[in-house]
């Protein structure tokens, strides 16, 4: 019985907003508010002389009477006037093309400065350190500082080791290794030292984890996976 009753309720207040919005809607001239009408006509400005009574309604059926019927008068129709292109010296810049040399201003400012940063990125850097020429004194020198490392010698500005290649592996060398490698091992057998000497990338050809050198078995033994 309580919830009939709360139903009830909610559909008669309902219909009564129902009515008083669609009152309010018709009673509305020009569609103000009574609180608006009321400081109009408080207002001596806006005074019509006394068109203020009438609703919207009532307004527009008092002009639809006093219109006179069937007083239409006909326009005759005349050819479009010729088009005249304006002065572009009196016109000016446009807005249409302040913003199209604006867009492109700017698309070309960005793409300049994107392919200025592609550039530095892509500018070889190999002008010192790792990838270019690095000097690592001469022979005797190096000879003097792979015995004083117990065999190893480490330079980080090349990543590399390097070790004393002895003279009696050269002639097997020869027919495994490139000239440019050769140089180095040669080096001895052709100057007169006890040993040449071979760079070595610290990098193993595994997955390439670094490889430390080992003094005791005078080897490079990678700690990853054990390759000697
Ligand atoms: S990374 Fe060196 S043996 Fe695997």
Redo the contacts with the bound molecule.
């Keep these: 019985v309580p919830v009939v009753l709360a139903v009830i309720v909610l559909v008669v207040l309902a219909g009564v907003v129902l009515v008083g919005a669609s009152r309010r809607r018709d009673s509305g001239a020009a569609g103000l508010s009574r609180e608006v009408r009321r400081s109009d006509r408080s207002n001596p400005a806006l005074a019509t002389g006394g068109d203020e009574a009438l609703s919207g309604r009532e307004f527009e059926a008092a002009e639809a009477a006093a219109r006179p019927a069937g007083d239409v008068a006909i326009v005759e129709s005349a050819p479009p006037a010729p088009f005249v292109a304006p002065d572009p010296v009196t016109l000016g810049v446009t807005r249409r093309q302040f913003f199209n040399r604006s867009i492109v201003g700017m698309m070309g400012f960005g793409l300049s400065g994107f392919g200025g940063a592609c550039l530095a990125f892509l500018w070889p850097q190999g002008v010192s350190g790792f990838g270019s020429k690095i000097r690592v004194g001469n022979l005797i020198e190096v000879l003097a500082d792979v015995e004083n490392n117990n065999g190893f010698l480490y330079k980080p500005e090349g990543r590399m080791w390097i070790t004393a290649y002895p003279n009696g592996a050269v002639e097997k060398a020869r027919d495994a290794y490139s000239p440019a490698e050769l140089a180095g091992m040669t080096a001895g057998t052709e100057q007169g030292f006890d040993a040449g000497v071979v760079a070595l990338y610290q990098k ?1 050809p ?4 670094r ?1 430390p050198n080992c003094v005791s078995s005078q080897w490079f033994e ?1 700690p ?4 000697q």
Aim: with cysteine; proline share 9%; net charge neutral.
């Design positions: 193993c595994h997955p390439g984890c490889v990678c990853c996976h054990g390759s």
